[in-house]
């Protein structure tokens, strides 16, 4: 049982694509490779606490004194912990996550 002409066309045809579809992918695999080894991988972050009072909470403009202060630094600001919860689910105390290249 062998193979009409068309259909071994057809698998002649899918083996060259395959061939070169994974061809493609692995140089580009390697690129991206090659690419990242210079690039600083390490992130150093800073933590800074906040304490959210019983007068200090939604109007409390200290959390932007401290974001824009650790951006002046170069700092990227990527959230925040809540480190203290009372039992009613309000937070009193949060840890407030910066980042920065090694």
Known sequence: MGLTAPELTF???MVEFFTV???ALFKQKSETNRNLKGAALMKRYE???VHIGKFCGAGSE???VIIDE???KGYRYVGYIPTNINDYGKIKDMDLVFETDC
């Open 11 to 13: 698998f002649v045809q």
């Open 21 to 23: 579809f994974c061809a």
């Open 47 to 49: 933590y800074v606490t």
């Open 62 to 64: 200290e959390h932007r």
């Open 70 to 72: 650790y951006a002046a």
